[in-house]
Structure formats: structure tokens, C-alpha cells
């Protein structure tokens, strides 16, 4: 038998609300609304797992290019995240973080991301990672341009420099990524801490996740053999 060996940090890429919709004949706004009802669920059930730290893709810098009516519906949803519903978050002693671009954002959103940041910024329960308005090769771009406004030469620039200014350098790389929908691609999440991230898939859309799944996940990652290029 497999010993179980719970990863640190769950990194999940999360697609398939929209044809979750369609495939109930449903509109865009109630698959949003479906997925977005299950990330707390899903992430509560990995932190009572063992799970210190779970990131979720939430929107990235390429979903501006949907729809104004679909834009403002996620911005609504993650609105009501960062505010009436953080206490799904805080009476599990959820720690929040927002990771992404500050570009873009109304000043309800980033009073909000502060807000919360602040209120949950004690609790030691496990931390959510919200990748939010993120791209990957930004936050790569972001770090850099903060390196060379320190002053630093390009000759002294390192890999464990870049890894102290990416965005909340604190959280660590992630140990498993999970997309759901079928799809298998990157699309551009955490491409600093998914170096060696083990990979996997679901063919079920977002919104038939269920917390067997977590532990599904679990137990595939206690399979797999980490050698990091060893």
C-alpha cells in the first residue's frame, strides 16, 4: 500500500464553468456562479486534509478580452468573495492572499483585496492563494523590473533573487497542479512555482468537483516520484 504523503501546496487551475452552463442549459453567469459557490468547499476539504497552502486561477490578465457583461459578473463574484462571504474564509481560519496585477482593478476591488488581506492576515489554518487579474510571465516581468529598480546589475541577478520579488514571495512552489475541464495546458499559471510541479488532470468540469476529489488528488500525488531532475 501507497503511503500517503499530503503535498504542501495544491495549485488549482480551475475551467469548464461556462460549458458547465451550456451543458445544463444554463446562462455563463450561473456557471461562474456555480464554480465560484465550490472553491470554498474544495479548499476547506484540502486544508482539513493536510493541505497548508491552495492557490485557484481565478481570472486571468487574458479574460479582459471577454465580454464587458461576463467581466463585470466575475468582478461581481470576486467582490462578494473579498467581502460578505470571507467569513466562509475566517471561521475556517483561512489565511487570504491575492496574487496578481494591480492594473485594472476598481478602487472597490483593491480596498477590498486590502480589507481582507488584513482581516484574515492572523489566521493559520492554511492559505488560499487567489490568483487574481494574474499571468504568469507578468508576475516574471514584475519581479524583474523590481530588481532593477533596487539597483541591482543585470551580472548579479539570480534565480533566488527573482524568487524573493515575485508576487507574495512567501508562498512556495506549488507541488501539484490540477485543471479540470479536460483541457491540459498551463495557460500561463504560476510559471515560477510549477518548475517541478507534478500535473493533473480531470476530465470533469469545475462545478462537478467534489471534496472526494481532493482526496483523489492526494492520493495520486502519493504515487508519483519527485526526483527534480535528479
Same mark, same amino acid.
Given at each position: 500500500?501507497?503511503?500517503?504523503?499530503?503535498?504542501?501546496?495544491?495549485?488549482?487551475?480551475?475551467?469548464?464553468?461556462?460549458?458547465?452552463?451550456?451543458?445544463?442549459?444554463?446562462? !455563463?453567469?450561473?456557471?461562474?456562479?456555480?464554480?465560484?459557490?465550490?472553491?470554498?468547499?474544495? %479548499?476547506?476539504?484540502?486544508?482539513?486534509?493536510? %493541505?497548508?497552502?491552495?492557490?485557484?486561477?481565478? &481570472? *486571468?490578465?487574458? $479574460?479582459?478580452?471577454?465580454?464587458?457583461?461576463?467581466?463585470g459578473?466575475?468582478?461581481?463574484?470576486?467582490?462578494?468573495?473579498?467581502? !460578505?462571504?470571507?467569513?466562509? /474564509?475566517?471561521?475556517? $481560519?483561512?489565511?487570504?492572499?491575492?496574487?496578481?496585477s494591480?492594473?485594472? /482593478? *476598481?478602487?472597490?476591488?483593491?480596498?477590498?483585496?486590502?480589507?481582507?488581506? *488584513?482581516?484574515?492576515?492572523k $489566521? !493559520?489554518?492554511? +492559505?488560499?492563494?487567489?490568483?487574481?487579474?494574474?499571468?504568469?510571465?507578468?508576475? =516574471? =516581468?514584475?519581479?524583474?523590473?523590481?530588481?532593477?529598480?533596487?539597483?541591482?546589475?543585470?551580472?548579479?541577478? +539570480?534565480?533566488?533573487?527573482?524568487?524573493? $520579488?515575485?508576487?507574495?514571495?512567501?508562498?512556495?512552489?506549488?507541488?501539484?497542479? =490540477?485543471? +479540470?475541464?479536460?483541457?491540459?495546458?498551463?495557460?500561463?499559471?504560476?510559471?515560477?512555482?510549477?518548475?517541478? *510541479?507534478?500535473?493533473?488532470? &480531470?476530465?470533469?468540469?469545475?462545478?462537478?468537483? +467534489?471534496?472526494?476529489?481532493?482526496?483523489?488528488?492526494?492520493?495520486?500525488?502519493?504515487?508519483?516520484s519527485?526526483? &527534480?531532475?535528479r
Amino acid at each position: 500500500m501507497t503511503d500517503i504523503v499530503v503535498p504542501k501546496h495544491i495549485g488549482f487551475i480551475i475551467d469548464g464553468n461556462r460549458r458547465w452552463a451550456k451543458q445544463h442549459g444554463l446562462t !455563463t453567469y450561473e456557471g461562474h456562479l456555480a464554480g465560484y459557490e465550490l472553491v470554498c468547499e474544495i %479548499v476547506i476539504a484540502a486544508f482539513e486534509a493536510g %493541505v497548508e497552502y491552495v492557490s485557484a486561477y481565478i &481570472f *486571468s490578465t487574458e $479574460n479582459w478580452q471577454r465580454s464587458e457583461e461576463e467581466v463585470g459578473n466575475l468582478m461581481g463574484l470576486v467582490l462578494k468573495l473579498l467581502t !460578505t462571504d470571507l467569513i466562509k /474564509l475566517s471561521d475556517k $481560519n483561512v489565511k487570504l492572499k491575492i496574487l496578481g496585477s494591480r492594473d485594472r /482593478l *476598481s478602487d472597490d476591488i483593491l480596498s477590498a483585496i486590502e480589507e481582507a488581506e *488584513s482581516t484574515t492576515a492572523k $489566521n !493559520t489554518g492554511g +492559505t488560499l492563494a487567489l490568483c487574481f487579474n494574474y499571468g504568469g510571465q507578468l508576475e =516574471v =516581468v514584475d519581479a524583474v523590473k523590481k530588481i532593477v529598480q533596487s539597483g541591482i546589475k543585470s551580472d548579479d541577478i +539570480t534565480v533566488e533573487m527573482i524568487s524573493k $520579488n515575485i508576487y507574495t514571495p512567501e508562498i512556495p512552489p506549488i507541488d501539484i497542479v =490540477v485543471r +479540470t475541464s479536460g483541457e491540459k495546458r498551463l495557460s500561463n499559471f504560476m510559471l515560477w512555482r510549477t518548475t517541478y *510541479s507534478e500535473i493533473m488532470f &480531470f476530465d470533469k468540469m469545475w462545478p462537478d468537483m +467534489t471534496k472526494d476529489d481532493v482526496t483523489d488528488i492526494i492520493n495520486e500525488y502519493s504515487k508519483r516520484s519527485r526526483r &527534480f531532475g535528479r
